[in-house]
DNA sequence: TTGTAGGCGTTATCAA
DNA sequence: TTGATAACGCCTACAA
């Protein structure tokens, strides 16, 4: 508790908003009744529901929602919590999420808060906001191996539901996650299905379940295949660092006839990669992403990739949170979609 | 006032959070002396100190907002409104934002929660978030015409700030931004200057000030040059829709030699329908943009385009708005940076 | 330096 | 159906 610079507290100037006391004055009847009126209105007569409905217009009555949350003990809230520093908050993924979690609030009453705290940042102060009654859950997004969310909310008994499988497998927080094991497995099948021998791998961060899970499926696949994995590189799921992890790929492997791109954004850098070096996708190297972005190389070429249905499952966590705060005291199962395999031009001709 | 589908209430379960009557107790203190502890310490004895931050630790206390700011008033947070489609949330110029507000917060205890109302959509309940105490002040950005931001906010009182000039000139309500009519300006000056004679216009989203702006010193500019515009087609700040309406600008005067899209994104999409009808930038046709995104056209040529401080002017405007929060009475100006040119190889050969 | 008492704006309980 | 009245958790004069 040592607020850094928390500024004085002079209150605002201007008139003070109405208060429940003024709106019931105006309106002619108790505060309870006002109270009733504003809260859907059951027991309530006609006549003092319109008197208070006319005060509401006419002072611009606004509920104080601290004052409010302080006896519902609902804050009306929820949180999306992304942990990543603030430059990569905005790519196509967590566009995905914003829109799923805010499908699943529609026909809700709350609303969505957006909460960035980047790594290395003081991010005890996002968890101040979330402990200290500001919300009714949170939903994590992108969450790293270190960054000890599932530790810390898991402890605070705040209703949490994670998008994608957090690290810590003890943990009783309920997710929704895509089977990325599976997608892994699938690109593995489909690239040796369609004659590849030398493979090689464009993972993604080590300290992400989403990319140890493909890569995973991916070497399973592999195997079963009865294919040896070729050179394996770890990328940061940009477009950047998949043409940068691909030069690598081929400095070390040059007869490389397939690679699988743990992302779409990282496949479109293979691709790049490959061209530059004089190649051609598919008739030399096969590519094969992941997300299903609907991206499209330069010149036109669409990508084999394994669908992630994003927003449909943001939605689902936004549904779960909401079945974890009314908490019937059901406990709620984890939610894994299937992977499916989108056939393109980058990986066959 | 009618909650949608407001959930019924049960109180979460678990053991309640620790309260301030808790800790005392725990300390062996009152509450005054444990609240007076919490807050900076002083007229503390170091012993009650002591066993206060002790007890806070013991029994992971953490201080209820929405008690505390029923009393103080203070919310300690501040809210980002974006007032666009979720698809849209995410591009660079967001990032960009999110990032400078974020640094004028950093040695602040106040946390930044972002709020998206879509068009169409309900955006009373933002509104209600907004007034209903739940923030301390709001910064506005991509502030469209019809959206009402402007009168809804400025009728509340709420310390807000804009990001970019807000329609309604006679607003109180201080801004930051870019001279974008200078900046404008700028871009014809320089295609003249450099012996393009006839001139498309990309313009921008004509309800966004942002792009009206620049379209008008653009055509002052060209007017000081004794250039007639030639034709104008509006975009939507995209890449598809820079590169759509260059083909329509095109169709209508296939001579064209010089092209200046009020965004780079847009810009970028000029070069592609450019190259596509088979002429070059910048032999045939030279293009100007708008924000230095640094971003690089396909085959590796820079954009030629007015610069965009885009976080330096975020940041700016989370110092105003701390500024209006702590209002010690002052009248805030707007804030307005000088645009400036950077010329690189899309205009110049 | 400490504790007591009152109030911030709302909802919930319980008589009337 | 209505209206007192008591919380909710915290801060802050004010008095000790």
Redesign the pocket.
């Known amino acids: 508790m040592n607020p850094k610079t928390t500024p004085a507290?002079p209150a605002r100037e201007g008139r003070?908003?109405?208060?429940?006391?003024?709106?019931?004055r105006a309106a002619?009847?108790?505060?309870?009744?006002?109270?009733?009126?504003?809260?859907g209105g059951?027991?309530?007569?006609p006549?003092?529901?319109a008197a208070v409905d006319a005060a509401i217009a006419e002072l611009g009555?606004?509920?104080?929602r601290?004052?409010?949350s302080?006896?519902?003990?609902r804050a009306g809230s929820v949180a999306l919590v992304i942990p990543e520093p603030d430059a990569r908050v905005m790519d196509p993924y967590f566009a995905a999420v914003v829109t799923g979690v805010n499908q699943s609030l529609r026909d809700t009453d709350i609303q969505l808060v957006l909460l960035m705290s980047r790594a290395g940042d003081d991010s005890s102060r996002t968890l101040r906001y979330l402990r200290g009654?500001h919300v009714d859950g949170a939903i994590v997004v992108s969450h790293h191996r270190a960054d000890g969310w599932v530790e810390t909310l898991g402890s605070t008994g705040l209703p949490t539901v994670f998008i994608g499988r957090p690290w810590d497998r003890k943990s009783e927080l309920p997710f929704v996650d895509l089977d990325n094991f599976e997608g892994g497995r699938l690109a593995a099948r489909h690239l040796a299905g369609t004659g590849r021998t030398h493979l090689g791998t464009v993972a993604g961060p080590k300290d992400m379940t989403a990319a140890v899970d493909r890569l995973d499926g991916w070497l399973q696949g592999l195997k079963e295949a009865g294919l040896k994995p070729g050179p394996i590189v770890h990328g940061d799921f940009t477009t950047a660092g998949g043409a940068e992890a691909a030069r690598k790929l081929f400095g070390q492997a040059p007869a490389l006839d397939g690679v699988f791109a743990a992302s779409d954004l990282m496949a479109l850098g293979v691709v790049e990669a490959v061209r530059g070096a004089g190649k051609g996708v598919p008739e030399d190297v096969a590519v094969v992403g992941f997300d299903n972005h609907s991206i499209q190389a330069p010149n036109g070429m669409d990508l084999t990739t394994v669908a992630h249905p994003m927003v449909e499952i943001a939605k689902n966590a936004g549904q779960l949170l909401i079945r974890a705060i009314e908490n019937t005291g059901e406990q709620l199962e984890p939610v894994i979609y299937p992977a499916e395999l989108v056939v393109r031009g980058s990986s066959v001709m």
């Not at 059951?42 to 007569?45: D, F, T, Y």
């Not at 009555?61 to 104080?64: E, K, M, S, V």
């Open positions: 507290a003070p908003l109405p208060t429940l006391e003024d709106l019931a002619g009847v108790s505060r309870s009744t006002a109270s009733r009126a504003i809260n059951s027991r309530v007569s006549a003092a529901q009555y606004i509920p104080n601290a004052a409010r302080l006896v519902t003990r009654g």
